[in-house]
């Protein structure tokens, strides 16, 4: 029996009651005053209009469904869609097509590709307190750059078109979570930047020979370096693998799955792929509990159509 075969992909009273449980844990959450446990649920009533998951708050009297103040909030599509969706792009290791979704799903093609949209915004994990930094005390990050395809012409561009190279930095803890960016421009500031706002200062970094990563001393602990062009990968426990290894299913569900992006989608795009790479086999995570931690997460994230086009704030 497949996973896809379980009731909550099918039935919409089931996908509710499953998103209840993931984003409920301890009873109806009321939007409005934030009152937990305290409401009761209005039987569905397709004559009177009345939906699925529907819940009245007793203490302030307003009406809500778990999809409010998340990602599906006001969708018109059906919540056991949205979960198929989610499993389909969370247990796909390069990703999946919004083309595939629309087959899958018989949804529009427009529909399907703002779907995956909404998901990656719930799968965006760069939203981090003030001790969100990766790395520390007996830890080691791995910094590395590459470059994805070629940047959208603008006028304030035509000026600097020597790299017109669309440049993403990723850190990759050893053992642990990556976190990804696209950055306007790979130079020095741009790298320092990151790795001041992303790593503990008691971190070991790691990183090949290239003169962007000069200077970092400062910034972490100790600074190892391997020299790719003398042919040197490995040197004891100093390489930079790991995140060579994340760019290649990077690059291939890139080219292979999605093969055009806008640049200014490549951020989620981005946050897709670290998503799954942070909640991975090798963490002891599989495809359902994956999509379990993608839905946690679509809590508090909002994307409208006409945001869609926005760069990350």
């Keep these: 029996m497949s996973i896809l075969d379980a009731t909550f992909f099918h039935d919409e009273e089931a996908a509710y009651t499953k998103l209840e449980s993931v984003l409920w844990p301890s009873g109806p959450e009321c939007p409005k005053c ?12 397709k004559a009177k209009k009345v ?24 969708s018109h599509i059906e919540l056991h869609k949205w979960l198929q969706a989610a499993f389909l792009l969370n247990s796909s290791k390069k990703g999946i097509s919004a083309r595939q979704i629309e087959r899958i799903l018989g949804v529009t093609y427009k529909t399907a590709w703002f779907m995956c949209h909404r998901l990656r ?3 965006d994990q760069l939203y981090h307190g003030p001790n969100g930094e990766i790395g520390g005390q007996g830890k080691v990050v791995e910094a590395d750059e590459t470059y994805f395809g070629r940047k959208e012409v603008t006028p304030s561009r035509r000026r600097s078109a020597r ?3 669309r440049a993403v930095v990723s850190l990759v803890e050893r053992g642990g979570e990556v976190r990804s960016f696209h950055v306007e421009r790979a130079d020095k500031r741009s790298i320092q930047k990151v790795l001041k706002e992303n790593v503990a200062q008691d971190t070991r970094l790691h990183t090949d020979e290239s003169n962007l990563y000069y200077d970092t001393w400062a910034l972490v602990t100790k600074h190892e370096v391997v ?6 990968y490995v040197r004891g426990d100093v390489h930079t693998n790991s995140a060579e290894g994340f760019f290649g299913i990077f690059k291939r569900g890139m080219k292979g799955i999605y093969q055009h992006c806008s640049e200014k989608h490549l951020h989620r795009y981005l946050a897709e792929f670290d998503f799954r790479y942070n909640n991975r086999e090798a963490l002891g995570i599989d495809d359902l509990s994956r999509t379990a931690n993608a839905l946690k997460a679509a809590k508090g994230k909002r994307l409208t159509y006409r945001r869609t086009n926005e760069a990350r704030a």
Aim: with cysteine; hydrophobic share 30%.
């Design 34 to 45: 934030g009152v937990v446990g305290d409401a009761h649920k209005i039987a569905a009533n």
């Design 51 to 74: 939906r699925y998951g529907l819940y009245r708050c007793n203490s302030c009297g307003s009406q809500f469904t778990v999809t409010v103040g998340t990602v599906f909030e006001s």
């Design 121 to 123: 915004t719930a799968m």
């Design 163 to 165: 790299n017109n190279d």
């Design 227 to 232: 020299k790719h062009t003398a042919k040197e």
